[in-house]
C-alpha cells in the first residue's frame, strides 16, 4: 500500500460527460502529480500542485482542470469528455527531505472509459 | 528543463539470462533522485530500485542492480538472472531534491520487456 488513495477505480461514462477524479497524497505529502496513461503508452505528466498552489503544467488539455485542496487532497476534472480520453489516470506524491523524499508513491489510478 | 531518454522502447531475453534497460537523462542540479519504476500488466507503478545522486555507490536489489555514471548523466538497469515475472514495462524517472518547494518529476518514455522461456 502506497498510502496514495484514488478514487473512482473505474469509471466508464458517455461522451460529453463531465467527471471528477480524486486523489489522496500520502500522509504529510505536499506535492500531487496528475498523469494520462493511454493503452500501451507512456506517463503523459498533466499538471502538479505543491501545497494547494499549481506548481507545473504539462499537456493538459483546456476542457481539463485540476485543484488542490486545504487537506492536500487533489481532484482533476475532465469534461466534455471525449472518446480519446479514455485511459488511465495515475496521482503521485512525493514528500520532501532524505527521509521521505526518495521515493514517488503511486495511486492504483483511475480507469476511465468513455464510450 | 529536465529530460529523461530511454532509447530502447522494447527489449527481449531469454529466461535466466542477464539484460541491461538503458537510461540517460538531463539536468543541471547536483542533487536529485533517479528511479527505475516497473509497469506489469496490472498497470501498476511498482518501485523497483532508486539512487540518490550524492551517492556514488550503485544501488542494488537483488537481482536488480543500476549503473549510474552521474558525469555521463547515464543510469542503466541491470536485471540479473531474468524471470517470467520480470516482463513488464520499466520507466526510469528522474526527481529534482528540494527541500522547499514543487519537486520536479520527470519520466523516461519506457521499455518494454518481454521474457522468452
Known amino acids: 500500500d502506497s498510502g496514495v488513495t484514488q478514487t473512482p477505480k473505474h469509471l466508464i461514462t458517455a461522451t460529453g460527460q463531465r467527471v471528477t477524479l480524486r486523489c489522496s497524497p500520502r500522509?504529510?505529502?505536499?506535492?500531487v502529480y496528475w498523469y494520462q496513461q493511454s493503452l500501451d503508452q507512456g506517463l503523459q505528466f498533466l499538471i502538479q500542485?505543491?501545497?494547494?498552489?499549481?506548481?507545473a503544467k504539462g499537456n493538459i488539455l483546456e476542457r481539463f482542470s485540476a485543484q488542490q485542496f486545504p487537506d492536500l487532497h487533489s481532484e482533476l476534472n475532465l469534461s466534455s469528455l471525449e472518446l480519446g480520453d479514455s485511459a488511465l489516470y495515475f496521482c503521485?506524491?512525493?514528500?520532501?527531505?532524505?527521509?521521505?523524499?526518495?521515493?514517488?508513491?503511486f495511486g492504483e489510478g483511475s480507469w476511465l472509459t468513455v464510450v | 528543463a529536465q529530460t529523461v531518454t530511454q532509447s530502447q522502447p522494447e527489449m527481449s531475453v531469454q529466461e535466466a539470462e542477464t539484460v541491461t534497460l538503458s537510461c540517460t537523462y538531463d539536468?543541471?542540479?547536483?542533487?536529485?533522485?533517479l528511479f527505475w519504476y516497473k509497469q506489469p500488466p496490472s498497470r501498476q507503478m511498482i518501485l523497483v530500485i532508486r539512487?540518490?545522486?550524492?551517492?556514488?555507490q550503485n544501488a542494488t536489489e537483488n537481482r536488480f542492480s543500476v549503473n549510474f555514471q552521474k558525469a555521463a548523466k547515464s543510469f542503466s538497469l541491470k536485471i540479473s538472472d531474468s524471470q517470467l515475472g520480470d516482463a513488464a514495462m520499466y520507466f526510469c524517472?528522474?526527481?529534482?531534491?528540494?527541500?522547499?518547494?514543487?519537486?520536479?518529476?520527470?519520466f523516461g518514455q519506457g521499455t518494454r520487456l518481454t521474457i522468452n522461456p
Open positions: 503521485a506524491s512525493t514528500g520532501e527531505g532524505r527521509a521521505s523524499g526518495n521515493t514517488i508513491y
Open positions: 500522509s504529510g505529502d505536499l506535492s
Open positions: 500542485y505543491y501545497n494547494g498552489e499549481e506548481r
Open positions: 539536468t543541471s542540479e547536483s542533487d536529485y533522485y
Open positions: 539512487q540518490e545522486a550524492y551517492k556514488q
Open positions: 524517472a528522474y526527481r529534482s531534491y528540494q527541500i522547499q518547494g514543487a519537486q520536479k518529476l520527470v
